[in-house]
């Protein structure tokens, strides 16, 4: 059985630093791209960056370019969301999610929901301004 689980996030400050991370268990991560999507309520799901199975390819997001830097350890079987100077516009729902894709692009691959089929629960984020 495959599971995705992010870790707790939090409420912090605008300006400040928050790392996200998701633990995977079940599935080769050298078979799969990770991504992070995020959410608020009464909105789509919105793709924030994808990260490819060797982690030498990432696409993010254009609001997130230079602030948000994802990472994963495929000995440990993590994926990370390293967030800086956050906003209040990044209060979200975030959600981690895996893609059986062995491409070397992470941008070829992008956001498209239907190429991700193991989704985490999600975890908020809330920054106050």
């Known amino acids: 059985e495959v599971q995705v689980v992010e870790s707790a996030g939090g409420l912090v400050q605008a300006g400040e630093s928050l790392r996200l991370s998701c633990t995977t268990s079940?599935?080769?991560?050298?078979?799969?791209?990770m991504a992070w999507f995020r959410q608020t309520p009464g909105k789509k799901r919105e793709g924030v960056e994808v990260i490819s199975w060797s982690g030498g390819s990432t696409y993010y997001r254009e609001s997130v370019r230079g602030r948000f830097t994802v990472s994963r350890d495929n000995t440990k079987n993590i994926l990370y969301l390293q967030m800086n100077n956050l906003k209040p516009e990044d209060t979200a729902m975030y959600f981690c999610a895996a893609a059986n894709y062995v491409g070397t692009s992470a941008q070829a691959l992008g956001f498209l929901e239907s190429q991700y089929k193991h989704w985490g629960q999600g975890t908020q984020v809330t920054v106050s301004s």
């Open positions: 079940g599935l080769t991560s050298d078979d799969y791209a």
